[in-house]
């Protein structure tokens, strides 16, 4: 069974850092797509940032290019959203997701469900 938990959030000055991690169990970075997702009050979830399985490509939403970095350590089946130059539209419950289909992340189509998530308050 698949399991994610989220952590490491909390609350940060703008142009602050944060750095998310999330704890997987039951797949294999191998053959798994990894994810980050957020939502903000009042909002849809959106996707943040994607890596296709094995450390190819990683996708980002436009608004986190460049000060976002999603990252993975296979030896502690956990990845990570190192979030820098934070801003204060970046305010949200952030979610860590895992699909075999590395399209359906992007789209968010896939079948798992959503963790609890961990909320990031960035203060102006």
């Known amino acids: 069974q698949v399991q994610l938990v989220e952590s490491g959030g909390g609350l940060v000055h703008a142009g602050g850092s944060l750095r998310l991690s999330c704890a997987t169990s039951?797949?294999?970075?191998?053959?798994?797509?990894l994810g980050w997702f957020r939502q903000a009050p009042g909002k849809e979830r959106e996707v943040v940032a994607v890596?296709?399985?094995?450390?190819?490509?990683?996708l980002y939403a436009d608004s986190v290019k460049g000060r976002f970095t999603l990252s993975r350590d296979t030896a502690k089946n956990t990845f990570y959203l190192q979030m820098d130059n934070l801003k204060p539209e970046g305010t949200a419950v952030y979610y860590c997701?895992?699909?075999?289909?590395?399209?359906?992340?992007?789209?968010?189509?896939?079948?798992?469900?959503w963790g609890q998530g961990t909320l990031v308050t960035v203060s102006s």
């Open positions: 997701n895992a699909d075999r289909n590395f399209g359906a992340l992007t789209t968010m189509t896939f079948q798992g469900s």
């Open positions: 890596v296709k399985r094995n450390g190819g490509s990683t």
């Open positions: 039951g797949l294999s970075f191998s053959t798994y797509a």
